[in-house]
């Protein structure tokens, strides 16, 4: 059985990665032009969208509260960036505030990324306080950002 849970959790850090990737595709698009984020990104939103259900099937048993409580942050995430993205196709804007914005995409971005990686590193480690205060961390930056506002 250990081996089934391993090859499982392997596969959920596979898909993860996978997110990950997404992000830094996004990230690097975002420097050329930040109008092509949203549709670089939308594999990943759905993959995260999957994850609570899948993590139920292949265990079942609920997700651990704190890394629920983070996939949850991570598509609360994709949403907020998925609405500015959509005011700022909604609006004229000039190069200047379209650079700024994307400088803010970028940041938001890696932020987004690090997410990811305490999101991982909570599957594989007993330690749920400290990866909940680097998640917030992480949370409050993000926020900062307001990437809902162009």
């Known amino acids: 059985m250990a081996y089934f849970a391993n090859q499982k959790l392997l596969e959920l850090a596979a898909a993860r990665n996978a997110r990950l990737e997404y992000v830094r595709n996004a990230y690097r698009a975002a420097t050329e032009n930040v109008y092509t984020v949203e549709h670089i990104l939308a594999p990943a939103i759905s993959l995260a969208r999957e994850e609570r ?14 890394v629920g409580n983070t996939l949850e942050a991570e598509i609360g995430v994709w949403d907020r960036l998925k609405l500015g ?35 991982e590193a909570m599957v594989t480690s007993c330690l749920v306080d400290h990866h909940e205060h680097q998640r917030n961390d992480i949370l409050n930056a993000i926020v900062s950002l307001d990437i809902t506002r162009i």
């Open 85 to 119: 993205l959509a005011r700022l196709r909604d609006q004229h804007v000039t190069s200047e505030q379209l650079d700024a914005y994307a400088l803010r995409v970028r940041s938001y971005l890696a932020a987004a990324g690090d997410l990811l990686r305490v999101e």
């Open 53 to 66: 259900e899948r993590f139920r099937d292949w265990f079942g048993e609920p997700m651990p509260r704190h």
